[in-house]
């Protein structure tokens, strides 16, 4: 690995470890259809509680973060590229379930990775 890489890899993992405040507009979860060539995002609601906690709006208890879940997601978006995805989820979707500019621009980041992952025909696993 060159100095610049190894440089750059550093980097977005001590990113990835910060803290960043959970959109009240829900959360996404990212994953390839590579079958079907299609970079999948289900949208899920939630609230924040007065601990900083996602919590689920019909149980009103936290979401775990590890294992899996049995929800319902209020909107399924699929796309062949990144740009396909965000153009569905920031312009056409009304409202646009994202609420916070932080949230969207990981989400930006994300369907990049995930494009990429697609196209090589690579596993693919969300940050």
């Not at 977005?12 to 960043?20: A, G, N």
């Not at 590890?66 to 997601?73: D, F, L, S, T, V």
């Not at 920031?90 to 990049?112: M, V, W």
Request: glycine share 8%.
């Amino acid at each position: 690995m060159n100095q610049a890489l190894a440089d750059a890899t550093a980097i977005d993992q001590k990113l990835s470890k910060r803290h960043i405040d959970l959109d009240p507009g829900g959360y996404v979860i990212i994953y390839l259809d590579h079958e079907q060539g299609l970079i999948c995002a289900k949208h899920f609601t939630n609230f924040i509680d007065d601990r900083g906690l996602a919590c689920d709006p019909e149980t009103g208890k936290p979401i775990p973060i590890r294992g899996k879940i049995e929800r319902q997601p209020t909107q399924i978006f699929t796309g062949r590229t990144a740009k396909e995805l965000c153009v569905q989820l920031f312009e056409q979707a009304k409202p646009c379930p994202i609420t916070l500019l932080d949230h969207a621009s990981y989400l930006g980041r994300e369907f990049q990775r995930a494009e990429a992952a697609l196209l090589s025909g690579q596993e693919y696993v969300q940050d």
